[in-house]
């Protein structure tokens, strides 16, 4: 089990954008390892990740998109499971009302399809805030997959459809027959029959009111405690009980101090993944993106 420094994080989290930029460095300093091919063995990134995520200040946006236009290896040596989890809003903080450079994005083939997919999520979790109207989700997305079922990616298309699907918009229903007629997108992400389903059952009223919305201001100490590497391992009845919380070591950041956070050598703890029990098809997912598994994390395995 790696130990989670709560304390630290909600020192960080509460210090605000005093610390932004030492968990910029941060991120830089990992996201360079990655790009050479060294395997990311500490937590700091994605705890920096996390922490910008909460905090959501643009001045760390550079450093966001560089970590995101790693290749697919690198990527998940350093962020792990956070490009399902929370980049979708992160980008909604850091971006703001700029739809146009998430379009981009989306549409950037050198990206890797599931960071591209992620992306694309972004019009969904707008849309929920209130920030983006539900036509005109609906209408970009459209514009990516028409767009995008020429290239080879049939993944990132499924995807794109099953985006589509959640607005809901009756007329989506030809984009979304034309895309699976094409061949480029994934029947074994999901199924042209999943997709109409989840289209026809569109209820924007339930969606507008639901608890199980991802909160864009939230305890990052308190989300990833929920992470099932950070439990507590199962020991006999006869053993002696350890702290559940130790002097975190895996930040280096000073907590007698107000410097913001420097990269330092840190002890390997190795780098976030969050593997709780696996809910069932149509459970809410447990990342807390509102949506059942079957069209969320489900994909993370074939990512």
């Known amino acids: 089990m790696d130990v989670l420094p709560k304390p630290l994080l909600r020192e960080l989290q509460s210090r605000g954008e005093s610390v932004v930029p030492g968990l910029i460095e941060i991120l830089r300093a990992e996201t360079e390892n990655a790009s050479k091919g060294i395997t990311i063995e500490t937590n700091g990134a994605c705890f920096a990740f996390s922490l910008l995520s909460a905090i959501g200040d643009a001045r760390a946006l550079p450093a966001v998109i560089d ?40 549409e950037n083939q050198d990206l890797y399809e599931y960071v591209r997919w992620s992306l694309a999520c972004t019009y969904f979790l707008l849309f929920r805030r ?15 997959l028409n767009r995008l079922i020429e290239f080879p990616c049939d993944e990132l298309n499924a995807g794109l459809c099953m985006e589509l699907a959640n607005f809901g918009m009756p ?10 007629a094409s061949g480029m997108v994934s029947e074994g ?35 990833l405690s929920g992470w099932a590497c950070f439990q507590p391992t199962n020991r006999p009845n006869n053993s002696v009980p350890q702290p559940s919380v130790t002097k975190p070591q895996a930040v280096p950041i000073s907590m007698t101090t107000n410097d913001a956070p420097r990269p330092a050598p840190r002890p390997p703890v190795g780098t976030i993944r969050n593997t709780d029990k696996t809910p069932g098809r149509n459970d809410p997912c447990s990342c807390g993106s509102g949506k059942k598994y079957k069209n969320c994390c489900r994909l993370k395995s074939r990512g």
């Not at 209130?130 to 990516?144: F, I, P, T």
């Not at 029959?193 to 100490?221: C, H, K, Q, Y």
């Open 171 to 180: 007329a989506s229903l030809e984009t979304i027959r034309r895309a699976y």
């Open 130 to 144: 209130g920030r983006l109207s539900r036509e005109e989700g609906a209408e970009r997305l459209e514009r990516h």
């Open 67 to 106: 970590a995101i236009s790693l290749p697919q290896e690198a990527i998940h040596s350093l962020l792990g499971d956070l490009i399902h989890d929370d980049l979708q809003r992160l980008i909604v903080k850091l971006i703001g009302t700029d739809f146009n450079q998430i379009g981009q994005l989306i």
């Open 189 to 223: 992400i999901v199924s042209q029959e999943e997709v109409e389903e989840t289209l026809n059952g569109f209820d924007e009223n339930s969606i507008r009111g639901s608890d199980e919305m991802p909160p864009l201001e939230f305890d990052v100490a308190e989300e």
